[in-house]
């Protein structure tokens, strides 16, 4: 009998792209940056509550892991990130699965090696350590990634939320 691995979905917040990325182990299943259609913003805000539900309902994973807010000088965006964040949190523990949270420099020192890596050096390791089919990817679908290969790490970084 076959113990089925551990697997995260794991979800780099937004209202205009969210990057999702669902991992077993060390597989990448499923990786994409959703994209809701422009608009009113609380229906922007159900698209993407379906899309990470309808994933999480596809893939059946035990965790959730989501990366905390980065504070910006732009507060609007700042308040529409973490009403994103809501929203998928709630998709997460509606589903009854776990929910993490990593800062965006636990996932680029679990990564990277350096919590202070550049962009292009996070698309660069996740290219080695995750096999990726040639495609056009946004820098969101790759922060999905990279969280997913976080929490797999189980570190100690590693705190629930829910």
């Known amino acids: ?17 969210v990057g999702i990325a669902v991992m077993e182990g060390n ?3 499923h990786s994409e ?6 608009g009113v913003f609380t229906a922007r805000l159900h698209a993407v509550f379906k899309r990470v539900s309808a994933i999480i309902k596809e893939f ?14 732009n507060q609007k965006t700042a308040i529409h990130v973490a009403e994103a964040r809501g929203v998928i949190t709630l998709a ?20 990277t090696g350096s ?3 550049q962009k292009d050096a996070v698309i660069r390791m996740v290219e080695r350590l995750i096999p990726l089919k040639e495609r056009k990817r946004h820098d969101d679908e ?3 990634i990279a969280l997913a290969l976080a929490h797999q790490s189980k570190s100690s970084f590693m705190r629930a939320i829910s």
Do not use: W
Request: glycine share 6%.
């Open 1 to 17: 009998m076959s113990k089925k691995k551990h697997s995260v979905i794991a979800v780099d917040p937004g209202y205009d792209r």
């Open 27 to 29: 597989v990448l299943l």
């Open 33 to 38: 940056c959703f994209i809701p259609e422009k």
């Open 60 to 73: 059946n994973p035990d965790a959730l892991a989501i990366e905390t807010l980065f504070f910006t000088k």
């Open 92 to 111: 997460g523990v509606e589903a009854g699965i776990q929910v993490y949270e990593y800062s965006p420099q636990d996932v680029k020192i679990a990564v």
């Open 115 to 117: 919590g202070n890596a």
């Open 142 to 144: 790759y922060d999905a």
